[in-house]
């Protein structure tokens, strides 16, 4: 049984930051690409940013990319997303997810084996 928990959402203004944490049970995910995707009301689910297994390649979205960073720390095995300059644009859930035996970053949810919840990220002007 694996296990992904994602914490730190709320409700903040135009332009402030919050940073998210997926926490990871069960498993290692030292070779295990992971990522941030995210829902708003009335669209489909988008790829946010990905991390390899070793921390070394990173991918970022087109809209979040200069005002977002992933990181991640194994020894933890936690997943991280600092979200700066945040836009009401931003608002959705957000959700963490992992690959299963793949270290290499997929930015399509078929790609991805193990979700968390979720958490609410909510930006208001």
């Known amino acids: 049984q694996v296990q992904l928990v994602e914490s730190g959402g709320g409700l903040v203004q135009v332009g402030a930051s919050l940073r998210l944490s997926c926490a990871a049970s069960g498993r290692s995910f030292s070779n295990s690409a992971m990522s941030w995707f995210r829902r708003a009301p009335g669209r489909e689910r988008e790829f946010v940013a990905g991390i390899s297994w070793s921390g070394a390649n990173i991918m970022y979205a087109p809209s979040v990319k200069g005002r977002f960073t992933i990181s991640r720390d194994n020894a933890k095995n936690t997943l991280y997303l600092q979200m700066n300059s945040l836009k009401v644009e931003d608002t959705a859930v957000y959700h963490c997810?992992?690959?299963?035996?793949?270290?290499?970053?997929?930015?399509?949810?078929?790609?991805?084996?193990?979700w968390g919840q979720g958490t609410q990220v909510t930006v208001s002007s």
């Open positions: 997810a992992a690959r299963r035996d793949s270290g290499g970053i997929g930015s399509t949810s078929r790609e991805y084996e193990y």
